[in-house]
């Protein structure tokens, strides 16, 4: 029950906010920030509260921030992986492949399906108001990763919920680099993220599994991957001699520098 109150205190904001005309379709950014403000801040009214429990029969929920990667007629792709209807843009902006966008989302707990019901357009010079007006920027290489828990330059460490990971597209691993856009807890090594991606990835066409060793192996001899965290269609497991096609993330490790996120086989041998 306490999720969907929260849902319903944010909903109430933009509706209040768009009932007294602050929302126009020549938005400037000061009417842009005081939207996303009221995002945020509606969904966690203090910076370091953690979301409250979600029960099996309600949805997850998360402020995201993320870039339109495609929009058609009437709807919409936020990374590629969170669906959205035109109709749920707040303020009758025009959505446009490109834009960079702060959305409501919500997690199905069955399907795990990902779908904006709010979508705020931002521009690039938009500043948030306190506590948001303290985020930062760190390119950083993952130390450890403990379950979900993620500890980043020896130094923060942060919470990966299921839509941020969902929207990563892969789970952190040892030596891999990430940028974060976050918030320090005060007082506190924990940080609060905002975006998080790969620092750097790339698409591989035909690459061959040329070793494993337990659950561990390479691809063309120089690109690590692990059974642990590595995204294959179902039923599929690489062995020594198949042709795959992969993503890649810069991953720092005695003497590689790249690791496989995802493959699927092109050729079996």
């Not at 009214?45 to 979600?54: C, K, L, Q, Y």
């Not at 902006?93 to 490109?98: E, M, Y």
Request: charged share 20%; hydrophobic share 40%; net charge negative.
């Amino acid at each position: 029950m306490q999720s969907r109150w929260a849902l319903g205190r944010v909903r109430w904001a933009l509706q209040g906010l768009l009932s007294s005309q602050v929302v126009s379709a020549q938005a400037s950014p000061e009417v842009l920030r005081e939207l996303a403000t009221a995002l945020m801040e509606k969904l966690h009214p203090h910076s370091g509260e953690m979301a409250p429990p979600v029960t099996t029969c309600e949805p997850n929920t998360k402020i995201v921030k993320g870039i339109v990667t495609s929009c058609e007629d009437g709807y919409g792709w936020i990374e590629n992986c969170v669906f959205f209807s035109t109709g749920v843009v707040i303020g009758h902006l025009s959505v446009q492949i490109g834009d960079k966008v702060l959305a409501f989302v919500e997690e199905d707990p069955l399907s795990h399906d990902l779908k904006a019901t709010e979508v705020c357009v931002f521009l690039e010079d938009d500043k948030f108001t306190e506590p948001y007006s303290k985020i930062q920027v760190l390119s950083a290489c993952v130390s450890y990763v403990k379950k979900d828990i993620i500890h980043v330059a020896d130094e923060y460490y942060f919470y990966l919920d299921s839509i941020s990971k969902a929207i990563l597209g892969f789970t952190p691993y040892e030596g891999d680099w990430l940028d974060i856009e976050y918030s320090v807890e005060q007082g506190s090594s924990k940080i609060i993220v905002q975006s998080l991606k790969a620092t750097k990835h790339r698409h591989l066409e035909e690459a061959r599994v040329t070793s494993i060793h337990r659950r561990q192996g390479l691809l063309n001899h120089s690109i690590f991957f692990t059974l642990n965290s590595l995204k294959c269609p179902v039923g599929y497991t690489p062995l020594v001699g198949h042709v795959v096609n992969a993503v890649i993330v810069q991953s720092i490790r005695s003497h590689y520098s790249w690791r496989a996120i995802a493959m699927s086989p092109v050729k079996v041998l």
